[in-house]
Nanobody, 122 residues
């Protein structure tokens, strides 16, 4: 069982940077694959980035590749999402997710945080 709490969202201008954090409670956090998803109003939840347990292999959505960086600190039970060169289309609620298995689709991830709002003004 893992409980996830996100923080770091806010209102920024286009071109700014923002770093989101997600802290997990529970045992064996280091054994979980971690990911960030986002959901804009009227849209489905979409994949942003993921990081595997162990060697920490990362994967990004094309829309954020080169601008966002996901990282994990298993000693702190934490995963972060550094976002740079933000665009208005990055506006969404950002969610942290965790799963023991290497799942892909949003509906397959087992544990979710409550989300944090990111708003990028033009």
């Amino acid at each position: 069982q893992v409980q996830l709490v996100e923080a770091g969202g806010g209102l920024v201008q286009a071109g700014d940077s923002l770093t989101l954090s997600c802290v997990g409670s529970g045992r064996n956090f280091r054994n979980y694959h971690m990911a960030w998803f986002r959901q804009a109003p009227g849209s489905e939840r979409e994949f942003v980035a993921r990081i595997a347990w162990g060697e920490g292999r990362t994967e990004y959505a094309d829309a954020v590749k080169g601008r966002f960086t996901i990282a994990r600190d298993d000693n702190k039970n934490a995963v972060s999402l550094e976002m740079t060169s933000l665009k208005p289309e990055d506006t969404a609620i950002y969610y942290c997710a965790a799963d023991l298995y290497n799942v892909v689709r949003a509906e397959d991830w087992t544990y979710w945080g409550q989300g944090t709002q990111v708003t990028v003004s033009s």
